[in-house]
């Protein structure tokens, strides 16, 4: 079975543009939730999302937003892009609805974007 | 803010030794501590504790839980050089919110 897949491995955009990433959730897996990785930094909770409804957020700015589509893939969109926006993005999905700090979740190889 | 806490930063060893990750945590909120593996990229899952003083184990590796003390540890018996990778300890909050660890770097030496 497919694990978590994320696309693209690798992109490079400069300051100020917009960038979508996007995520396959494993077969049957209808919850995502998305994580920004800083180099030598724990992953940090950015969004997550539940039969199309965002049931949580992190600390990050409105710049950072994301969708479910129905068939319980998901995107990640950031608006004008900052230097320090430069990091790899998990993505990881889980079965069910319930919280992400009630059931272990799975995760992509991730999107690694720099900044220039 | 939560907070969660883990030591050490790095660590080196011999193929064989065994080793202890130390995690510490806020308390706010709590729901459970988890400890996943980060090789290259995708952190894969190990141990999700919820309750204090019950050990769970998982051929060489074994984690517990003290919600007295706010720590956990996870042990690491007869080491190899697959188990090099970073250990990341996850601090389960509200039901929608994790918060991770800078993690902990572990090389195993043949």
């Known amino acids: 079975d497919a694990g978590v897949t994320q696309s693209p491995t690798h992109l490079i955009k400069t300051r100020g543009q917009h960038v979508t990433l996007r995520c396959s959730p494993i077969s049957g897996h209808k919850s995502v939730s998305w994580y920004q990785q800083v180099l030598g930094q724990g992953p940090q909770f950015i969004f997550q999302?539940?039969?199309?409804?965002?049931?949580g957020r992190g600390n990050f700015p409105d710049r950072f937003s994301a969708r479910q589509f129905p068939n319980y893939s998901s995107e990640l969109n950031v608006n004008a892009l900052l230097l320090g926006d430069s990091a790899l993005y998990l993505c990881?999905?889980?079965?069910?609805?319930?919280?992400?700090?009630?059931?272990?979740?799975?995760f992509g190889d991730g999107t690694r974007l720099s900044i220039l | 803010e939560d907070k969660v806490v883990q030591s050490p930063l790095s660590l080196v060893v011999h193929e064989g030794d065994t080793v202890t990750l130390n995690c510490s945590y806020e308390v706010t909120n709590f729901r459970s501590l988890l400890w996943y593996k980060q090789e290259k990229k995708a952190p894969t899952f190990l141990f999700m504790l919820t309750s204090s003083g019950i050990e769970k184990k998982s051929g060489r590796l074994s984690s517990i839980l003290d919600k007295k003390e706010l720590f956990s540890i996870l042990n690491i018996t007869a080491t190899q050089t697959g188990d090099s990778a970073i250990y990341l300890c996850?601090?389960?909050?509200?039901?929608?919110?994790?918060?991770f660890g800078k993690g902990t770097l572990l090389t195993v030496n043949p």
């Open positions: 990881a999905s889980s079965p069910t609805g319930q919280g992400i700090s009630n059931q272990p979740q799975h």
């Open positions: 996850v601090r389960g909050g509200s039901n929608y919110k994790l918060t």
């Open positions: 999302y539940y039969e199309k409804e965002e049931r």
